[in-house]
């Protein structure tokens, strides 16, 4: 462990991707260069991202810079969690134990399906009429 090394991870959900870098420092959390509590609107999101650092009890101890496209928030929110949850792996392989254990390891697999020709949308039909 460097005094200054930067870790970095990838992180995904449904669409939006998270680029995240995780650094020593105070706490402070950045999402594309805005705070987090600007970035995302309510809590409930805020509280996903800061999710991997209580379960290592690693709380204050990170700052965090993401960039984050594509999605939306709630997506943009799961992406970063699972970036970060990677980077604390990156920082302490013992981490990897307690955050696969809370899930934060696996990346999603749900994202939207298809819409298939003939039909209205990935499962509606068209209406039907007898005349």
Do not use: H
Not at 14 to 24: D, F, G, T
Request: aromatic share 8%; charged share 30%; glycine share 8%.
């Amino acid at each position: 462990m460097e005094q200054n090394a930067k870790y970095m991870a990838t992180g995904r959900r449904k669409e939006a991707v998270a680029q995240v870098s995780i650094v020593l420092g105070a706490g402070k959390i950045l999402v594309n260069k805005k705070p987090a509590e600007k970035y995302f609107a309510l809590e409930k999101y805020i509280l996903v991202l800061k999710r991997p650092f209580e379960v290592t009890n690693n709380i204050n101890k990170f700052d965090v810079a993401a960039k984050v496209c594509g999605g939306g928030i709630a997506g943009q929110a799961e992406a970063m969690r699972l970036g970060i949850a990677r980077a604390l792996c990156l920082f302490d392989q013992n981490l990897k134990t307690s955050l696969r254990q809370e899930g934060f390891l696996t990346r999603d697999p749900r994202a939207k399906e298809r819409k298939k020709y003939g039909q209205k949308g990935a499962r509606k039909r068209f209406q039907w009429t007898k005349r």
